[in-house]
């Protein structure tokens, strides 16, 4: 199993930025989310997306500028972030969650919101 997000960068607030999560070596899961982790802060999640019927799931903190999405025939699911704000700066991370309670975890990206 294979997780490989992509995607961040330095931005400045009010700007708009797409995270990649490629997905390799699984079919069947529950959902795939995305995370992150600022620095000195508790890994928060902030969206997820089901495999059988697509139903997505917002963290308050990103309800309305962040929307989670997927590409069956790429295998990847995205994160589109916009009105970036100093406060979205963190480490980036998705995940996915197996039917048997497994959770894989890819490598982050770095997403920095500063003027």
């Known amino acids: 199993v294979q997780l490989q997000a992509s995607g961040g960068g330095l931005v400045q607030p009010g700007s708009s930025l797409r995270l990649s999560c490629a997905a390799s070596?699984?079919?069947?899961?529950?959902?795939i989310g995305w995370f992150r982790q600022a620095p000195g802060k508790v890994r928060e999640g902030l969206s997820c997306?089901?495999?059988?019927?697509?139903?997505?799931y917002y963290a308050d903190s990103v309800k309305g500028r962040f929307t989670i999405s997927r590409d069956n025939a790429k295998n990847t699911v995205y994160l589109q972030m916009n009105s970036l704000r100093p406060e979205d700066t963190a480490v980036y991370y998705c995940?996915?969650?197996?039917?048997?309670?497994?959770?894989?975890w890819g490598k982050g990206t770095l997403v920095t919101v500063s003027s």
């Open positions: 995940n996915a969650k197996m039917y048997s309670g497994v959770a894989y």
């Open positions: 997306i089901s495999s059988r019927d697509g139903t997505t």
């Open positions: 070596g699984f079919t069947d899961y529950v959902a």
